[in-house]
């Protein structure tokens, strides 16, 4: 039969993950003037938004967007995934 990838997981440095999520945190979008991540972030909006909260927004498969299932694990500095 056929196999296909319904999710997987991913692992970044907890550094990455910060450093990514706050070059996009100050993004306003030119229409309405209002933060980018605003609307990456799902529930949380761009006040409440972290970047473990960003990336879980991402790869939830419910978001409209997500071709699969990514489930972001943010590894702590100076280690190595398990």
Request: include cysteine; aromatic fraction near 12%; glycine fraction near 12%.
């Amino acid at each position: 039969g056929a196999r296909a990838v319904l999710e997987y997981q991913l692992f970044y440095s907890a550094r990455y993950a910060e450093e990514a999520f706050a070059s996009c945190q100050g993004v306003r979008l030119p229409a309405t003037g209002g933060y980018a991540i605003a609307t990456m972030c799902g529930r949380y909006g761009a006040q409440l938004c972290t970047a473990q909260r960003w990336l879980d927004f991402q790869g939830d498969k419910n978001n409209g967007l997500a071709p699969l299932q990514i489930d972001f694990h943010l590894v702590p500095n100076g280690s190595e995934p398990g």
